[in-house]
């Protein structure tokens, strides 16, 4: 027989798992990845992003989104010892800072001409198309003219760039950085989803020269993926991409190594990727889908951040602003030693029976310097996405500009 109390307690239990499955029922239909009904199936190679958006119209209006990031100022109003450092470099000429990635194909084609010495190797990170391209082409793609391919391309960055067309999984697309993985040993069919949300963007946010002879686009990671392994690794091949005029400093050039900067920071190994916070889960109706806006975490705090950070919005802002504020202030004190230095090598080249030997030092220190400063001006983020690994390099800089600087003045007064 069921007394009173135990009639209670089996009502009250019964009513818990109806509101608790109520519960669950309601936060997976509202957190969920959006699933749209097929409308058909995507060609193996479809480059064009309106025809993915057929498919996945939510996705696709916010790819459209990155057509408002339109500005891109030059970075020497900011930084003008950028345009001392680069001398004698396609950058000296021209180097702006970059904008919504749907203008890939519009930026390329307007850029100094002096920026195309490198040929066809120039497009390969500005259109879907180019994967088709250089299968084709093999490796004579790096051979052909800059125009040789920009004339065959129509599509920016877009969907084909990343994902699987008939499976929507992701999918690495460029060979660079294939290539790159597979010299480290690893099986690239093998990562994760969440390695993935980072090494899709690797594919083109991360450092990279043209092998000379070959023009061949390599990534310098056989020694490790921060800036002083890749330092040594250039070093050992003696590697020099241009000479400076003033200075007479054979030169490094660092590109833009996002991923290669974030490795090592807090967010990445507490486990995050880079789509963790440049393409963060926003809710459309009563879905969520991962944005295709790519853009600073900044212009999406409260979805990038507000999801693991309770500190509020205000903190978080001030938090990144401080970073930022820090970082620019050493590279600015980084970027005059670099400048000094340049100027000291270049009055010791003009004063007779200068001690080669140690203006030869002086111009190694400087080799170094300016790497180092330049390894973290090209990243993305002003710090944000490593401040250790950022501060540290910007120490480094003074530190080898300052040397640069007494080795020069030493080699004119011997």
Same mark, same amino acid.
């Given at each position: ?10 009502? #009250?239990?019964?009513?818990? =798992? ?75 000429? &021209? ?38 391209? =250089?299968? %084709? ?9 800059? &125009? ?55 594919? $083109? ?23 002083? %392994? ?43 990727? $880079? ?14 889908? #991962? ?13 990038? $951040?507000?999801? $693991? ?8 802002? +001030? ?20 400048? +000094? ?7 010791? %080249? ?13 111009? +190694? ?24 690994? #950022? ?24």
């Amino acid at each position: 027989m069921v007394t009173r109390p135990h009639k209670v307690v089996i009502l #009250s239990v019964v009513v818990v =798992m109806i509101v608790l499955g109520a519960g669950i029922y309601f936060f997976s239909a509202h957190n969920q990845d959006l699933q749209e009904p097929p409308l058909g199936e995507i060609a193996a190679g479809e480059v064009d992003p309106a025809v993915w958006g057929k498919y996945y119209p939510r996705h696709y209006d916010s790819y459209q989104e990155n057509f408002q990031d339109k500005e891109h100022p030059s970075h020497f109003e900011t930084r003008p010892y950028m345009k001392t450092m680069y001398a004698g470099g396609g950058f000296g000429v &021209e180097f702006n800072e970059p904008r919504g990635h749907v203008y890939t194909l519009e930026d390329i084609r307007n850029i100094d001409p002096a920026r195309r010495k490198a040929g066809a190797a120039c497009n390969t990170c500005k259109s879907p198309e180019i994967p088709a391209l =250089m299968d %084709q082409y093999g490796d004579k793609y790096y051979q052909m003219t800059f &125009e040789e391919i920009n004339d065959k391309l129509e599509h920016p960055i877009a969907c084909l760039d990343c994902h699987d067309p008939k499976t929507m999984d992701l999918k690495l697309t460029r060979k660079p950085l294939l290539e790159a993985l597979q010299r480290q040993g690893q099986d690239t069919g093998k990562f994760t989803r969440q390695e993935l949300r980072s090494l899709v963007c690797a594919q $083109c946010h991360v450092n990279y020269y043209f092998e000379p002879g070959t023009k061949k686009i390599v990534f310098p990671w056989d020694q490790g993926l921060d800036a002083g %392994q890749m330092l040594k690794y250039f070093d050992d091949l003696q590697f020099v991409e241009w000479n400076h005029p003033l200075a007479g400093t054979g030169l490094l050039k660092a590109r833009h190594p996002d991923y290669e900067m974030f490795q090592g920071s807090t967010h990445q190994t507490a486990g995050l990727a $880079c789509a963790d916070c440049h393409m963060p889960y926003t809710r459309v109706g009563n879905v969520k889908i #991962s944005s295709h806006r790519w853009t600073s975490p900044l212009n999406n705090i409260e979805q990038s $951040c507000t999801v $693991c950070h309770r500190e509020g919005v205000d903190w978080l802002q +001030e938090r990144v602003q401080t970073i930022q504020s820090q970082t620019k202030q050493l590279e600015d004190l980084a970027g005059q030693a670099v400048v +000094e230095a340049i100027n000291e090598l270049a009055a010791a %080249q003009e004063t007779p029976g200068v001690d080669e030997k140690l203006l030869q030092e002086a111009r +190694e220190m400087h080799r170094k310097g300016q790497w180092y400063l330049d390894y973290v001006l090209v990243n993305n983020g002003g710090g944000f996405h490593n401040p250790t690994a #950022s501060l540290n390099c910007l120490g480094q800089a003074i530190d080898y500009a300052h040397r640069s600087v007494e080795l020069a003045r030493a080699s004119r007064n011997t």
